[in-house]
């Protein structure tokens, strides 16, 4: 089993960039974004804690495992990771958090490295129940200036009118 690493923080602190560093070292496995929609090549954010986990209703429910299996595997993020659906199916999860370790290992497994990272800032809402069910788990938080945070997600969006403008540089 390997050791899970999630990078967490606001949107626009710097988890992409730190998230990309990491995953260039060779003991680490991240999902990395390889679709032509998707701006930014980088670490892939699965937002599993924020969007998909319990959304199909409890996983001991064989046809609720099955639903949500053929959900997850579809996705860009499950998809990139290369784990057939069937080795989970083999598996039988009863919980969301199993069946995300058992992909996220599968993978670490398969790069052949002992850590394996996760990057969703909204995770941060997350840490408690994800440091129950990942008790072996590394977090890396970061923290930066509100006001460069702020700049940049107004910059991101179009709404950074005049760029050189001191009090929003970052």
Not at 42 to 52: I, T
Not at 127 to 144: C, G, L, N, P, Q
């Amino acid at each position: 089993m390997a050791t899970p690493i999630f990078i967490v923080e606001w949107r626009r602190s710097g988890t992409t960039w730190l998230g990309n560093l990491i995953s260039q070292n060779n003991n680490v496995a991240s999902v990395m974004t390889n679709s032509s929609f998707i701006k930014d090549i980088g670490v892939y954010e699965s937002l599993y804690f924020v969007r998909l986990a319990g959304k199909f209703g409890d996983l001991k429910n064989y046809n609720n495992l099955i639903h949500f299996v053929d959900f997850f595997c579809s996705s860009d993020f499950c998809l990139s990771t290369g784990i057939d659906k069937e080795i989970i199916y083999n598996e039988r999860p009863k919980t969301y958090e199993e069946l995300f370790r058992i992909v996220m290992d599968r993978f670490a497994q398969k790069m052949n490295v002992e850590f394996w990272l996760e990057k969703s800032p909204s995770h941060s809402f997350h840490v408690d129940e994800i440091s129950h069910y990942y008790v072996d788990a590394k977090f890396i938080a970061i923290k930066r200036d509100k006001i460069g945070q702020l700049g940049s997600a107004m910059k991101m969006n179009g709404l950074l009118l005049n760029p050189t403008f001191a009090l929003f540089s970052s």
